[in-house]
Structures are given as C-alpha cells and as structure tokens.
Nanobody
Framework: QVQLVESGGGLVEAGGSLRLSCAASGRTSSSYVMGWFRQAPGKEREFVAGIRWSGGSPSYADSVKGRFTISRDNAKNTVYLQMNSLKPEDTAVYSC??????????????????WGQGTQVTVSS
C-alpha cells in the first residue's frame, strides 16, 4: 500500500503563494506517477498537475500553467505543488494522488489508485 499525506494548505490573499506537500510512504518506485487534483464545492474534481518519480516533463492544467509548479524530492518521498499568483477561483480542496504505472492521460481522476485526504486552500479577494 501507498499512503499519502498532504500538508501546506491555508488561507491566502489573491496574488499570494502557497506550497503544498505530499509525503508518500510505502513501496513507491520510479514507475509511479504522482499528481495533484482539486475540487471546489459543487464542482467536479479537476486535474491540476502531474509528474513521474523517474522524471520527465510535468503536466499541468491550462488554468494553472505559468503559476503552479510540481516537483519531487525522491530522498524524502515527497511531492510538492508550488502555487503562485493565486486567484479566488483556485479555492478548493487539493488532493495528492499516486498511480503505480504511467497513465495515458492523467486528467481522469478515477484511473488513479491512491489518494490522500486533501488539504484546503482558500484564496480571499
């Protein structure tokens, strides 16, 4: 099993920044794909960013390109989401996800096997 624990959420002003962390434990390997999703009340869960443990180019939703950066620290088994220039529409519960093998597309939440509990991000205007 893989356990995922998110942290770093909170309340920030529009234009501000937050850094989310996802600590993974268990048998992760270089084949794993890690990602971030978000879900606002009344809306569908939305793909935000994804990256492979082994490297390669990360993927981003169009709505966050240029503002958010996903990264990883293999020694700490941790994935990060640096969020800059935050907007009120970024307000959501952000969840970390993991999958043991590469996905043809990362955007479909139901294809991912492991999930964290989520952390609330609120951007005030």
């Amino acid at each position: 099993q893989v356990q995922l624990v998110e942290s770093g959420g909170g309340l920030v002003e529009a234009g501000g920044s937050l850094r989310l962390s996802c600590a993974a434990s268990g048998r992760t390997s270089s084949s794993y794909v890690m990602g971030w999703f978000r879900q606002a009340p009344g809306k569908e869960r939305e793909f935000v960013a994804g990256i492979r443990w082994s490297g390669g180019s990360p993927s981003y939703a169009d709505s966050v390109k240029g503002r958010f950066t996903i990264s990883r620290d293999n020694a700490k088994n941790t994935v990060y989401l640096q969020m800059n220039s935050l907007k009120p529409e970024d307000t959501a519960v952000y969840s970390c996800a993991a999958h043991p093998v590469p996905l043809a597309t990362m955007a479909k939440a139901y294809q991912w096997d492991y999930w964290g509990q989520g952390t609330q991000v609120t951007v005030s205007s």
